[in-house]
T-cell receptor, first 113, second 109 residues
Framework: DVKVTQSSRYLVKRTGEKVFLECVQD?????MFWYRQDPGLGLRLIYF???????EKGDIPEGYSVSREKKERFSLILESASTNQTSMYLC????????????FGPGTRLTVT | RKEVEQDPGPFNVPEGATVAFNCTYS??????FFWYRQDCRKEPKLLMS???SGNEDGRFTAQLNRASQYISLLIRDSKLSDSATYLC??????????FGKGTHLIIQP
């Protein structure tokens, strides 16, 4: 069974704090993704990576950065958290060439106050 | 990026009935399609993959109409446990996917 884990299920941070969200997958997947999900807006892609040290911007990268130092780990960084970054953050991974067969972690519900 | 449209619902369906909903996509180059299921406050999980004209898995059938650029999901003999949001996703590459906003299905006893 593919397993994607995220460091926290719930997180509360203050405006201006630097926030790290960690994601680890155990299936040796090359591709990893970060999404946020908001009511009425659906899932939106923030960043993705198809190899170690590689990263690509998704649809909404502003205010975020990522790090992929190891194949199994993909971190999302909020450089200076703002209240409009309150959201559910979902990490996913997949093999290359599978098109859309992604496996998601349980999500981190982040609240920025 | 690919555009995807789904009727948000909710679709209220009695248990045991057959229900179908469509998803339209704008990128005619999409070669593969996926249906994900998302339960309330849970992560999306892959339900079905479609690489040709359709796919069937038990009570679930996905059909692709390339000419009209839509993909449908049919659920037969619906169960209470089928209540969820169903997300349509055109696939096709290593980049992140464009998810539809989903169709909310409620199966009523």
């Amino acid at each position: 069974d593919v397993k994607v884990t995220q460091s926290s299920r719930y997180l509360v941070k203050r405006t201006g704090e630097k926030v790290f969200l960690e994601c680890v997958q155990d299936m040796d997947h090359e591709n990893m993704f970060w999404y946020r999900q908001d009511p009425g807006l659906g899932l939106r892609l923030i960043y993705f990576s198809y190899d170690v040290k590689m990263k690509e911007k998704g649809d909404i990268p502003e205010g975020y950065s990522v790090s992929r130092e190891k194949k199994e780990r993909f971190s999302l960084i909020l450089e200076s958290a703002s209240t409009n970054q309150t959201s559910m953050y979902l990490c996913a991974s997949s093999y290359p060439g599978t098109g859309g067969e992604q496996y998601f972690g349980p999500g981190t519900r982040l609240t920025v106050t | 990026r690919k555009e995807v449209e789904q009727d948000p619902g909710p679709f209220n369906v009695p248990e045991g009935a057959t229900v179908a909903f469509n998803c339209t996509y704008s990128n005619s180059a999409s070669q593969s399609f996926f249906w994900y299921r998302q339960d309330c406050r849970k992560e999306p999980k892959l339900l079905m993959s479609v690489y040709s004209s359709g796919n069937e898995d038990g009570r679930f059938t996905a059909q692709l109409n390339r000419a009209s650029q839509y993909i449908s999901l049919l659920i037969r003999d619906s169960k209470l446990s089928d209540s969820a949001t169903y997300l349509c996703v055109p696939g096709g590459g290593a980049d992140g996917l464009t998810f539809g906003k989903g169709t909310h299905l409620i199966i009523q006893p």
